[in-house]
């Protein structure tokens, strides 16, 4: 009845999804609640809160080469779930927050980590933050993006962050962003053994 949760279209992921399964990839697509259909030939497992994301992509890592976090996970969640509706009253209501985990930090940070690409969604100084998030979470390809610039719409502008330097792509619609992006990481992609 009530939530709390991050708005996301989810149509960046899914041009991703189907942008990796067109370039020969065996694709699974773990994904919050959107109204998209799968891309044919994209392994959908679907979850709805930040903590069964991170069972899921877990549960689906073992033999991924790439993983590429693009989910607008939200960053905390109300520290009780309430089994009934909220009633309203006239006065405040508080609800405690917790922190979810960083599922994208999680499984960079793994000894047997795969090759991780993050999103950073940021609305102001997006060179330094993005660049700060591939650092911090120590991920080879960052594709930053204002949240103004591509939020709900079928185009986007995204910048992408590597140890070379800065990358901006033109501004075009989400499918062809997702093809330049599976391009970038496919080159950057160490040598299979
Ligand atoms: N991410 C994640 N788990 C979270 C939060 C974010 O895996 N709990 C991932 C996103 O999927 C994205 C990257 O981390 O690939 C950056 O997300 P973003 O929301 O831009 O930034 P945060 O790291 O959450 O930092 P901040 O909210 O302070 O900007």
Avoid: W
Avoid at 14 to 34: E, F, K, M
Avoid at 57 to 68: E, M, Q, R, T, Y
Wanted: hydrophobic share 45%; charged share 20%; with cysteine.
């Amino acid at each position: 009845v009530r939530g709390i949760t991050n708005s996301s279209s989810g149509k960046m992921a899914y041009s991703l999804a189907r942008a990796c399964a067109q370039a020969g990839a065996d694709v699974t697509l773990v994904s919050g609640p959107v109204a998209l259909s799968a891309p044919a030939g994209v392994t959908r497992v679907s979850v709805k809160s930040a903590l069964q994301m991170r069972d899921a992509v877990s549960a689906a890592l073992p033999g991924c080469d790439v993983f590429i976090g693009v989910a607008a996970v939200a960053d905390y969640r109300p520290d009780t779930a309430a089994e009934h509706k909220i009633k309203k009253s006239g006065d405040a209501l508080q609800i405690t927050l917790t922190p979810n985990p960083d599922i994208l930090a999680e499984v960079a940070a793994r000894r047997d980590a795969p090759f991780c690409v993050g999103f950073a969604a940021e609305s102001r100084n997006l060179d330094e933050y993005a660049e700060g998030k591939r650092r911090a979470k120590k991920l080879p390809l960052v594709v930053g993006n204002l949240v103004q610039d591509g939020l709900g719409g079928d185009d986007n502008q995204v910048v992408l962050y590597d140890a070379a330097g800065r990358h901006p792509l033109p501004r075009a619609p989400k499918a062809d962003v997702a093809r330049a992006i599976v391009a970038h990481l496919a080159d950057l992609l160490p040598p299979r053994p």
